[in-house]
Structure formats: structure tokens, C-alpha cells
């Protein structure tokens, strides 16, 4: 199977193209290099049976249709995205020109080539919002309710998409799955900054530690989130080739976490006993978000296979050998 990933450089796209050369697909990556790394995907250009290829290239472009009606692949993972919720806040219409208008322009020439097949990737911890506490873990029937209101431009990005799947797939006949992803933490994920993304708090925490640094906790610590290991995540993906037609799924762990307790777990396993230092909790941070999994396993037949426990300990390792 021929298949396009974009966001290939990325932390998610690299791990996904390593599984789908190892399963034998075809895979043609595709990515700006604005956040991702070539380093990323060193192993897929050393597979060496020609069935890798990589082009440089912006999402929103005529480049990026033009490859896509050239190469004509049978599946489009996109993956490719502004992914810092601060910045889509500070910036909300080149958030929006990124992952709103680049994936339309996939979209379009996705019918225009023949491929038979869109997964998107969206946000299980942004497209609902701050959901009551009686709603958690929130399940995707949730996401069209009127208390499901995004709390960021890039949360209402990776919303709106979801419309144009919709269209595109009754309008034009092109299959879609969403994937809405919790947290996603694992080797190769690079903090955008030292206060990094929220989402990156796995990789921020670890790092610090491992250099002997103590970490900051935004709020009270009692924050929570769900973590999902990032083979986990590009499992759902490879499901999604073949099933999931017309769905939004969540693909998280349905269990909370809080700061503090994650806190104390990459202590322990990194053997850094230094006390977090505590700051002001950060504008716009949800204090719950859960997702409910239930709906991948009916139908792409997931569940998350690596625990926490197991997750942390491959994460530190890697970054502790590199
Ligand atoms: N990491 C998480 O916890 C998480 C959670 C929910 C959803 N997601 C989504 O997963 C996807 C991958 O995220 P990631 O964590 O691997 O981040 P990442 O920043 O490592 O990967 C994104 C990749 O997209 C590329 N890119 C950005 N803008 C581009 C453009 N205009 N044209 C082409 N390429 C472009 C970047 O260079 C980067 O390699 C994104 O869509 C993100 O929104 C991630």
C-alpha cells in the first residue's frame, strides 16, 4: 500500500513512518521541517529498497497538491500541524492557515487523485473543551454538545476539520477517521522550549531531571491529564488504514494523571529527588480532560498495550542514551 504521511519529521509522524516501512508499506513523507527534525527519520532513509522518499514541503502549497496528484497514494496520514496551543492563542489566523486550510488543501487533492483515504489527526485534550466533571472520561458523542466549546484556536482547528471530513466524505465519496489523541509522550519528543507545550510535560519533566534540574509545576499540581505512549498511538494509526471509516475516535488511555503524580513517577524512575518548584497556573489550562477509549477498541479494535510504568521507563531510557 502507497501511503503519504505528513508531519513525517515530526515526533508522532517519524514513529509511524518506522512501523509502516516495517509492515511494508510504500510510505512518502512529507514535511516542512519547521518543528520536525530529519534526524527523525534517519531509519526510514537507511531502509534502503527505495520504499521510503521524503519531500520538503508546506501543507498549505500547490507543492504539497501537486505531490499528492503525482504520486497518487492509496492513504493520506496527516499529521502535519501549528501545534502550540500558546501560539494559536497569540496567532490564531496562521493556526487556522496551517491546520484548517493546509488540511483542505489535502482534502481537495486527495478526491482530485484518487486516494481512497484521510485519517486526520485532531485533539481528544481540546476539541471538548473543559467538560463538566460528571462527563469524564468524555466520549466523542460529546463533541458537537454546546458545552463542548474549544478553549484555543487550535483546539477549534482540530474541531472544524471534522466538518469538512464530513462534507468531503458525503459530498465526494472520500473516506475519513479522525483520530483525537490525548497526550502523547515517548521517544523523540522534543520540548518546544524549556516551559514547552502542555502536551510535551512528559519529555520536559524527564529531561530536567535526567540533566540533575528540578521542574516547574504550573497551578496546584492537581491538574490531570491522560497519557498515551506514543507506539500505542501510531498502532491506532496503522488500524486506521482499513477501519474506522467515518469516525472520530479518541485514542487515549481513560485514565487521569495528575501533574504532581506524574511528577513523583519520573522522580522515582529517574532517581531526581529534587522538590518541583510551583508557579501560577497557566491561562487557558484545562484542570480536567480524560478521554474515553471504549470506541476505539469497538472499532479499530485498539486498546493501549504499554502502561505508564513501562512508557516512562523506554522514554527515560532513550533520552537518557542520547
Ligand atoms: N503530541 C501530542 O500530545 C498530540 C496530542 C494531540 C494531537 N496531536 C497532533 O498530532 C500531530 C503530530 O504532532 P507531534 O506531537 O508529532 O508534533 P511535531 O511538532 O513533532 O510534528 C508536527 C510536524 O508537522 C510539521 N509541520 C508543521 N507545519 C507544517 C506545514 N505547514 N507543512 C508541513 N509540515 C508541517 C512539523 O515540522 C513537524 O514535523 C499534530 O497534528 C498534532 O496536532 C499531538
Known amino acids: 500500500m502507497r501511503v503519504l504521511v505528513t508531519g513525517a519529521a515530526g515526533f508522532i509522524g517519524s514513529h509511524l513512518v518506522d512501523r509502516l516501512l516495517a509492515e511494508g508499506a510504500e510510505v512518502i513523507g512529507v514535511d516542512d ?3 520536525g527534525a530529519p534526524g527523525n527519520l534517519s531509519g526510514a532513509r537507511s531502509a534502503g529498497d527505495g520504499a521510503f522518499t521524503f519531500q520538503q514541503a508546506n501543507v498549505t502549497t500547490p507543492a504539497m497538491s501537486e505531490l499528492i496528484v503525482a504520486t497518487k497514494p492509496e492513504v493520506i496520514l ?3 500541524a501549528q501545534v502550540d ?3 494559536s492563542v497569540a496567532d490564531p489566523v496562521h493556526d487556522a492557515m496551517v491546520n484548517v486550510i493546509g488540511t483542505l488543501n489535502i482534502l481537495k487533492a486527495a478526491t482530485e487523485s484518487g486516494t481512497r483515504k484521510v485519517t486526520f489527526t485532531s485533539s ?8 463538566e ?3 469524564l472520561p468524555v466520549s466523542e458523542d460529546q463533541v458537537y454538545w454546546p458545552a463542548s466549546v474549544p478553549e484555543s484556536p487550535y483546539g477549534v482547528s482540530k474541531k472544524v476539520v471534522l466538518e469538512y471530513l464530513r462534507y468531503f466524505e458525503l459530498g465526494k465519496g472520500l473516506d475519513y477517521t479522525a483520530l483525537a489523541l490525548s497526550n502523547v509522550y515517548g521517544p523523540r519528543q522534543e520540548p518546544a522550549s524549556e516551559v514547552g507545550l502542555e502536551g510535551q510535560v512528559v519529555a520536559i519533566f524527564s529531561r530536567r531531571m535526567l540533566e ?7 497551578g496546584d499540581g492537581e491538574q490531570t491529564r491522560d497519557f498515551v505512549y506514543v507506539g500505542d498511538v501510531v498502532s491506532a494509526f496503522v488500524a486506521s488504514l482499513r477501519q474506522g471509516s467515518g469516525e472520530l475516535i479518541n485514542i487515549g488511555s481513560g485514565s487521569e494523571l495528575s501533574v504532581n503524580e506524574l511528577h513523583a513517577k519520573l522522580s522515582e524512575l529517574t532517581g531526581n529527588r529534587l522538590e518541583a518548584d510551583y508557579s501560577p497556573a497557566r491561562p487557558g489550562e484545562l484542570r480536567r480532560i480524560v478521554i474515553d477509549p471504549t470506541k476505539a477498541a469497538a472499532v479499530l479494535g485498539w486498546k493501549p498495550s504499554v502502561g505508564l510504568e513501562e512508557g516512562f521507563e523506554q522514554t527515560i531510557e532513550s533520552f537518557r542514551s542520547n
Not at 481528544?124 to 467538560?131: A, L, M
Not at 540533575?212 to 504550573?218: D, V, W
Open 78 to 80: 496527516h499529521l502535519a
Open 212 to 218: 540533575g534540574k528540578s521542574c516547574t509545576i504550573y
Open 133 to 135: 466533571p460528571s462527563r
Open 33 to 35: 521541517l519547521s518543528s
Open 124 to 131: 481528544g485534550g481540546c476539541i471538548y473543551g473543559e467538560p
Open 85 to 87: 496551543v500558546r501560539k
